[in-house]
């Protein structure tokens, strides 16, 4: 399929200058695109999965990805999509997350291809060493105030309110372009549909003062949720791109439990998968809903996408071990990622009887509820019912040495560290 009608058919096109121009482009060179990250957290989340995983596809399609850390327009502050003033960061912090932003964008572009490598830019290179007057000579005279002031991003925080140094977000973001486009060839520049203002502001640049001047903008559809709630936040936060910040199985879940009206269109998004194979699922999730065969291939495509293939399996692990109850055979490790969230206690003594660390661990109110919950089957001590009252808990009951979980109903879980 053509590349731009594979994005179109992916719903991966919001807006685009030149179809047709940029259409005859790709057909007859090798292009390099770019789409820049700022640095505004010490790591991406979900929401930059969308444009990277679009760097890929035109890697993958012949061309040549540039992804730009934001090292200065991270200072700065995008105004696009926000309804007040960013808080500004130190200089040393935002060097350290650009760092940390490069890492993770170089798990997902191919570097070492020998046609189209991909490159990592940073654009305080070239904004970091520049003066303000020629900043305002050379840059700044390009763009009128009635222009800048018709932009969206600026237009939405008129009332609110913006300073100087947002409204100038536009001009610096623009220099980008215009310096991607002079030293590396740059004809595109992509990036989320809040991005347009932004994107043809850098190609209105271009077009001033490069002559002849070829350039092309594309945006990508902001990822929304069927029910209206907003897509990459979950009760316990963001969803992380980070495994330190968003484990594995955290990250798995969060794919799994997809709502059946969004699923079709984050397998478009998201994966690699074929339009035959989305096709399928798509015809599996109409005839057999109940078994979430697209939301499995989802979360199976992405986990392995960005943590690889033992997170995957590791999360799969976790995930099954917590439907059956199986918890035994979890490793520490995996008990820390699949009970993240549950109430915990820390205890450092020795053998203790069961009754007594319910109570302690407050997971239930009294001696004699303990009694009553275990009399009835209602505990379960990793994964298997105890009914005994004076059941005991020794080293044995501690996977490996670190964890005993506890389980009181059906749901309800509760973890003891060691």
């Known amino acids: ?4 009608k594979e994005l179109e058919w992916r719903g991966l096109i919001n807006q685009v200058t030149d179809r047709e121009g940029l259409e005859k482009l790709l057909a007859e060179e090798t292009v390099s695109l770019y789409c820049g990250f700022d640095p505004t957290a010490d790591s991406l989340h979900i929401g930059s999965l969308l444009p990277i995983l679009t760097l890929r596809r035109f890697q993958l399609a012949g061309h040549r990805p540039i992804a730009l850390v934001g090292g200065a327009t991270g200072l700065i502050g995008d105004p696009s999509g926000k309804k007040s003033e960013r808080t500004l960061n130190a200089k040393e912090v935002v060097e350290q997350w650009s760092e940390k932003i490069k890492e993770q964008l170089s798990r997902f572009l191919d570097f070492e291809v020998a046609d189209n490598p991909a490159v990592i830019a940073n654009n305080y ?4 060493p520049l003066d303000v007057i020629s900043f305002l000579r050379d840059v700044g005279k390009n763009f009128g105030l009635n222009y800048m002031l018709a932009k969206e991003s600026v237009q939405s925080r008129i009332e609110t309110g913006i300073s100087f140094t947002e409204f100038s977000y536009m001009i610096l973001q623009s220099l980008d372009f215009l310096q ?3 030293k590396e060839n740059c004809k595109l520049q992509i990036g989320g549909s809040d991005q347009w203002g932004n994107i ?6 271009i077009r001033k003062t490069e002559e002849e001047a070829k350039a092309f903008g594309l945006t990508i559809p902001l990822v929304t949720k069927a ?3 907003k897509f990459g936040k979950t009760e316990s936060g963001t969803i992380w791109l980070d495994k330190e910040k968003t484990s594995p199985y955290e990250f798995y879940q969060f794919w799994i439990n997809t709502d059946d009206r969004d699923v079709i269109k984050y397998l478009k998004y998201f994966t690699f998968l074929t ?7 798509e015809k599996e999730l109409q005839e057999a809903p109940e078994k979430r065969a697209a939301q499995k291939a989802l ?4 986990t392995k996408l960005v943590h690889g293939e033992e997170a995957l399996r590791q999360a799969v692990k976790i995930s099954e071990a917590l439907f059956s109850g199986s918890i035994s055979e979890l490793t520490a490790d995996e008990i820390a990622q699949g009970f993240k969230d549950v109430p915990s206690f820390e205890y450092n003594g020795d053998d203790i009887a069961l009754v007594e660390l319910l109570v302690l661990a407050q997971i239930v109110p009294s001696k004699r509820q303990a009694r009553e919950d275990l009399a009835n089957g209602a505990i379960y001590v990793n994964g298997e019912r105890v009914s005994d009252v004076n059941k005991v808990l020794t080293h044995e009951d501690r996977i490996e040495g670190q964890f005993t979980v506890i389980r009181r109903g059906k749901k309800k879980y509760y973890l003891i560290r060691y």
Not at 275 to 281: A, G, N, R, T, V
């Open 125 to 128: 290179d070239w904004i970091g």
């Open 227 to 229: 029910d209206g709630t």
């Open 275 to 281: 339009k035959e194979e989305i096709e399928q699922l």
């Open 180 to 182: 991607l486009y002079k």
């Open 1 to 4: 399929m053509d590349l731009l």
């Open 200 to 205: 043809t502001a850098g190609l209105e640049l």
């Open 299 to 302: 979360a199976e495509e992405v």
